[in-house]
């Protein structure tokens, strides 16, 4: 069983930044493709990001390119959001989630079998 848990989310103005991270534990962190997904009010949930230890690429969202990046430290078991140019749009629950499988760049929720609670990121206009 994975462990995953999110950290950083707040209540940010449009055009700002905030990092999120997500803490993973339970089963070997550097085996496990950890992605990001989001859920806004009313919508479903959306793919947002991921990066592989594996192949050390890196696939994001189009409507976060350019704006979101994902890295990973192994040492601290831990995978980070960082986001920039924030709008209103971005305003959702972020999750963080472990992928069934190791190979790939998985980006459908059906994928992952293991998220964490959320956290809460709202920016103001």
């Known amino acids: 069983q994975v462990r995953l848990e999110e950290s950083g989310g707040g209540l940010v103005q449009a055009g700002g930044s905030l990092r999120l991270g997500c803490a993973v534990s339970g089963r070997a962190f550097s085996s496990q493709l950890v992605g990001w997904f989001r859920q806004a009010p009313g919508k479903e949930r959306e793919f947002v990001g991921i990066?592989?230890?594996?192949?050390?690429?890196?696939v994001y969202s189009d409507s976060v390119k350019g704006r979101f990046t994902i890295s990973r430290d192994s040492a601290a078991n831990m995978v980070y959001l960082q986001m920039t140019n924030l709008e209103p749009e971005d305003t959702a629950v972020y999750y963080c989630?472990?992928?069934?499988?190791?190979?790939?760049?998985?980006?459908?929720?059906?994928?992952?079998?293991?998220w964490g609670r959320g956290t809460q990121v709202t920016v103001s206009s």
């Open positions: 990066n592989s230890q594996f192949t050390r690429r890196t």
């Open positions: 989630a472990a992928a069934r499988i190791s190979t790939g760049l998985p980006s459908k929720a059906s994928d992952y079998a293991y």
